[in-house]
């Protein structure tokens, strides 16, 4: 019904920038879901990272990217995006698209409100 790839992610050395992609595609890509990105570090749970509202008008960050990472979409090309800038070592992790499902417009925090997930993308920062 939905999937999600995400692309992106790599290397990186700390203090530097990376921008992930999230591409949306299937039958449900016309109808509006909110969407979020997600992270997972190696032996620990997967956390919240940032969340947007099918307009683009409500966005939501963790406290612990605030200011250094922005959520984004072009709901023309059914791109969710995430930049990041100023990365830490404590950024690795696997990061993760979601959305919510179909009519499921608002932002949340909260894993549990997402339906579909894409695979993931590794980022490392690391000198």
């Known amino acids: 019904q939905l999937q999600l790839i995400e692309s992106g992610g790599g290397l990186v050395q700390p203090g530097g920038s990376l921008r992930l992609s999230c591409q949306a595609s299937?039958?449900?890509?016309?109808?509006?879901?909110?969407m979020g990105w997600f992270r997972q570090a190696l032996g620990k749970e997967r956390e919240f990272v940032a969340t947007?509202?099918?307009?683009?008008?409500?966005?939501g960050h963790a406290d612990s990217v605030s200011g250094r990472f922005k959520i984004s979409k072009d709901n023309t090309k059914n791109i969710l995006y995430l930049q990041m800038n100023s990365l830490q070592p404590e950024d690795t992790a696997v990061y993760f698209c979601?959305?919510?499902?179909?009519?499921?417009?608002?932002?949340?925090?909260?894993?549990?409100?997402?339906?579909?997930w894409g695979q993931g993308t590794q980022v490392t920062v690391s000198s």
């Open positions: 947007i509202s099918w307009t683009g008008e409500n966005t």
């Open positions: 299937g039958r449900f890509v016309g109808t509006r879901f909110a």
């Open positions: 979601a959305a919510r499902a179909p009519l499921e417009s608002g932002s949340s925090l909260k894993e549990v409100d997402y339906h579909y």
